[in-house]
């Protein structure tokens, strides 16, 4: 039984069928493409849809790793192995074994003589995708949720944790891009939230946990990847590019590429890129994105991959500081075409991709692997994602293979169900809660509506990669999944809980009901969104179909309830925001729970709050507007258009609250909001300056050396055949059949703006995240927050920036800069909370400068807003004085 996602084998029949006319970019096939190229190059890269003004220039060469300290020892063991070995085995770890060609998702090639083997990467952000007897964890959107750092790093810890039992070399998450820009986008919840902090601290402590098991996380997927439709490459190439997402300098800076320089900062081992195009260039060659902003710029020191099939050129994208090509096929997978593997080494001899950077693909590569002691006891996969059978073919996608143990069928879920039921508790947000009618007692007479209460009668693992939306949603659909080990639905814990219970599955209401007084109505609700390759209820990963409605006529059986009883409780798993206008107000709707997506432990979870054994502390990581047209049109899923549909980020960086703030318009309920069961004050307020502001951050530090090896093409033998050698068919090798016929005299069009000499080291750089002084803490904000109420809970506190008035940079109202949340505090407990602002967080991108700029004022201050989401913004501390005081008009509307 092939679990492989289904998008991949489709588009592998479309490039197949298509293959043979198609021509790459640059292509890595050099000999047998380039008369074709000179011809197609004009067409495939014109630009003219791109609007005015947004640009990808080049940025050549690739700046080579190994400079940054914390690396040293990494790339010094790596640069040894490097220089000794064969060409065949440098291609090798480069270049994925192709689709369906190893037990991950994606597979290297193996350098054994130097202990490296196949590489396992694998999905997905919420857990081991594609395998048994492993934790479903809440999704991003659901961590996020929870505003606690602890968590966030508790389950990157377990993730990797996981990983590592099942033999995953690399994972395939966090996802930190999107961001959650279009509140119809099909993958904002596999993140963590619509704001570039929340999404970086989310991102940050993930990677931090799963590396402290020494896994290599991947932070995906840069950049720009904010909506699903029309995201991949349509063969041939030019025909129909990949959607490109056009994104001005300094909105890039400030909004999307944020959570990557966390990540790198933290040292992610590796960056996926995109399958769009930025200001129509590639993500996976675009030179400016890879060379210019994450490895110059941001100081990545581990390896950049590709997204699944995105590469659509061999020398181009190296060229562009691409190390790792994913699943390693080109736009012909299963048919063993490949833009690198063999036709890397082509490349190579021939002169065409310098030696100097494949040498830094493969250093880059090696490096990452010491860096987590991969060489030390590291596991080799004892799952397959491609069959849940314990021996099947070693290739399915070969048409003969060897035989294999495919799955061991490891545990490796540990204790991790009471991490995923705390985070799945901690991110549940009680928006309404009138009357306290929440919590609910255990004797009360309960009835409960919907069939998102239960389980899909079918299985909770019935539909490949979550691919329905049937019964309770604890994930999106798509490669960010996971299969549930169990899935507690909701209805299976009330009835365990309460006394009396009656379920009503129908997803319309039932008729001839008689409602009593004290009956209390419970309404369970949801929308669903996830990856393009599936199309469920007409939404095409995105939610065009539906919007932000709720699905199955979610509307109408929260209003048929609320017509018939006094007492209405909404609960909502869903991927986003939806509009919750056709009945919040209703008289009996007193109550409205948001629980996002908690995968298996949807249940305990959930009664954990509705009965009252803890207090709500989650908080909204989006605002939900009043009406999805309170947003710009800008931020709607863009339609088809010939060649290239063109996303142009127009708002800036005017998303979500940051929009609505801008243009007085009030939500139904503020990023940030989120009800307890208890009070909170805050007290003893107090700002710290601790490093005195400057305009621009102090001048970088030089770039550490890097490993040098020789230059000299090595001997075409290396990437002959090996003597004996069975090859599986359909295998992508570094092998060629007549290497000595390389040519070295190729005519090759290199792209424009291509330099072999190093660029100038960047202002904005210096170390992994860039010039480390953007971290330096300007100011510290402590905050006693003090249980005020009769039951025990736990508060959140958020800071704000409001940047001076007279600064010169159209800057939003208010920005999220920092968050922390207190220990569960007995009634009358409390605890001081202490909160960082950073150089990066009080500066802005200047365009011009190409740094980081704080707008420094003599006169008017930073003011620094304390609270728990953007329409509770009432104590603020100033700058200049460090004053702090309570009582102040809000902000914002
Ligand atoms: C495509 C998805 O965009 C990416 O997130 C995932 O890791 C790969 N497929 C592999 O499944």
């Known amino acids: 039984m092939l679990t492989f996602n289904s998008y991949l084998v489709l588009s592998a029949f479309v490039h197949s069928t298509l293959g043979l006319i198609q021509t790459p970019n640059f292509a890595a096939d050099v000999i047998r493409t380039q008369q074709l190229e000179a011809s197609w190059d004009a067409t495939i890269e014109k630009r003219d849809d791109v609007p005015a003004g947004y640009v990808a220039p080049p940025y050549y060469p690739t700046p080579k790793g190994g400079w940054v300290g914390s690396w040293t ?15 065949a085995e440098k291609v090798n770890l480069t270049s994925g074994t192709g689709l369906l060609m190893g037990p991950c998702v994606g597979n290297t090639g193996s350098a054994l003589r130097f202990g490296i083997p196949n590489l396992c990467l694998q999905d997905s952000a919420l857990g081991i995708a594609a395998t048994d007897n492993a934790t479903a964890f809440p999704a991003g959107i659901t961590t996020g949720a929870t505003f606690n750092k602890a968590l966030m790093y508790a389950r990157g810890y377990a993730l990797g944790e996981e990983a590592r039992g099942k033999g995953v070399n690399i994972q395939l998450g966090p996802t930190i891009g999107p961001l959650g820009r279009k509140p119809r986008g099909g993958r904002g919840w596999e993140g963590f939230g619509a704001d570039p902090v929340l999404q970086g601290f989310g991102g940050s402590e993930t990677i931090k946990g799963m590396q402290a098991n020494g896994v290599i996380a991947t932070v995906k997927h840069f950049i720009g990847n904010e909506q699903e439709m029309y995201r991949m490459d349509i063969p041939p190439h030019g025909l129909m590019k990949a959607i490109s997402s056009n994104i001005d300098d300094r909105t890039l800076h400030e909004l999307y590429a944020w959570p990557f320089m966390d990540a790198i900062k933290v040292g992610v081992g590796a960056v996926m890129t995109s ?25 990545f ?25 994913m699943p390693g096929d080109g736009n012909t997978p299963l048919l063993g075409l490949a833009y690198w593997a063999y036709d890397l080494s082509t490349s190579v001899l021939n002169g065409t991709v310098p030696l100097e950077r494949l040498n830094d693909m ?68 009680l928006l309404k809660n009138d009357n306290n009618t929440l919590p609910l007692s255990t004797q009360a007479v309960l009835k409960i509506f919907g069939s998102e ?74 929308s669903d969104s996830g990856e393009n390759q599936y199309t469920v209820e007409g939404n095409h990963g995105d939610r065009d179909a539906s919007g932000l409605v709720s699905w199955h006529n979610g509307d109408a059986l929260v209003q048929a309830a609320a017509a018939k009883y006094a007492t209405v409780i909404v609960v909502v798993h869903t991927v986003g925001p939806i509009v919750v206008e056709p009945w919040i107000n209703l008289p009996s709707v007193k109550s409205l729970v948001f629980a996002h997506l908690p995968g298996q432990e949807a249940g305990n979870s959930l009664t954990d709050i509705l009965f009252g054994d803890y207090s709500p502390s989650g908080h909204l990581p989006y605002s939900i507007p009043v009406a999805e047209s309170d947003y710009p049109s800008s931020i709607g899923i863009v339609g088809f258009e010939f060649f290239q549909v063109q996303d142009t980020f127009s708002e800036g960086l005017y998303i979500d609250y940051r929009y609505l703030n801008k243009n007085g318009i009030t939500p139904r309920y503020a990023f940030g909001h989120g009800l307890s069961y208890t009070t909170f004050s805050k007290s003893s307020i107090t700002l710290t300056a601790v490093t005195p502001l400057s ?28 003597t004996g050698f069975s090859a599986i068919w359909r295998y992508l090798y570094p092998y060629l059949d007549d290497p000595a016929s390389i040519s ?12 072999t000499t190093p660029q100038p080291a960047p202002a904005a750089g210096g170390d992994e995240g860039g010039n480390p002084a ?47 949340k207190t220990d569960t505090l007995a009634p009358q407990g409390s605890q001081t909370l202490t909160l960082s602002l950073t150089r990066r967080d009080l500066s802005v991108w200047d365009t011009t400068k190409q740094n980081w700029v704080i707008p420094v004022s003599s006169s008017e201050p930073f003011v620094f807003w304390v609270g728990n989401s953007t329409a509770n913004l009432t104590i603020a501390c100033e700058s200049l004085s460090k004053a702090c005081s309570a009582g102040r008009p809000s902000p914002v509307v």
């Not at 330096?776 to 508060?795: E, I």
């Open 774 to 820: 953007l971290w330096d803490v300007m100011f510290t904000l402590s905050v006693t927050v003090t249980n005020t109420g009769s039951v025990a809970g736990k508060d959140t506190v958020m800071a704000f920036v409001q940047y001076p008035s007279d600064s010169s940079y159209d800057t939003p109202i208010i920005q999220l800069r920092d968050f922390e």
């Open 744 to 755: 070295s005299a190729i005519n090759f069009t290199y792209p424009v703006g291509y330099q």
């Open 73 to 87: 020892d990494s790339y010094a063991k790596a640069a040894k192995v490097v220089a000794n070995m064969t060409l």
């Open 275 to 299: 399958y769009n195009d930025v200001n129509g260039s590639a993500c996976s060659q675009n030179s400016k994105l890879i060379n210019g902003i994450l490895k110059d710029e941001f100081g």
């Open 362 to 429: 493969v250093t880059r590569i090696v490096a990452t692997w010491y860096q987590f002691g991969q060489d030390q006891d590291y596991p080799l996969p004892n799952f397959s994602a491609n069959t849940a059978d314990p021996t099947g073919p070693c290739y399915p996608g070969a048409l003969i293979s060897p035989t294999c143990v495919t799955n061991e069928y490891v545990n490796v879920q540990g204790n991790h169900a009471s991490v995923a039921r705390n985070i799945s508790r901690e991110g549940i947000t």
């Open 453 to 526: 209460a239960q389980n899909n009668p079918a299985g909770m693992n019935a539909c490949n990669q979550r691919s329905c939306d049937t019964g309770i949603l604890g994930m999106g659909w798509g490669s960010g999944t996971a299969n549930y080990p169990y899935l507690d639905a909701p209805i299976d814990a009330i009835k365990r809980k309460a006394a009396n219970v009656t379920y009503y599955s129908s997803d319309s209401f039932p008729s001839g009901i008689t409602a009593l007084s004290g009956d209390i109505a419970i309404v369970f609700i949801n």
């Open 695 to 722: 305009t621009l951050p102090p001048a970088r530090a030089a770039k550490g050396s890097t490993p040098v090896y020789s230059t000299a093409i090595p001997p075409a033998s290396e990437v002959a055949w090996p």
């Open 301 to 325: 020191q581990g390896l950049v991959m590709t997204d699944w099939l995105a590469q659509i050129g061999g020398v181009s994208s190296a060229l562009a500081g691409l190390d790792m090509a």
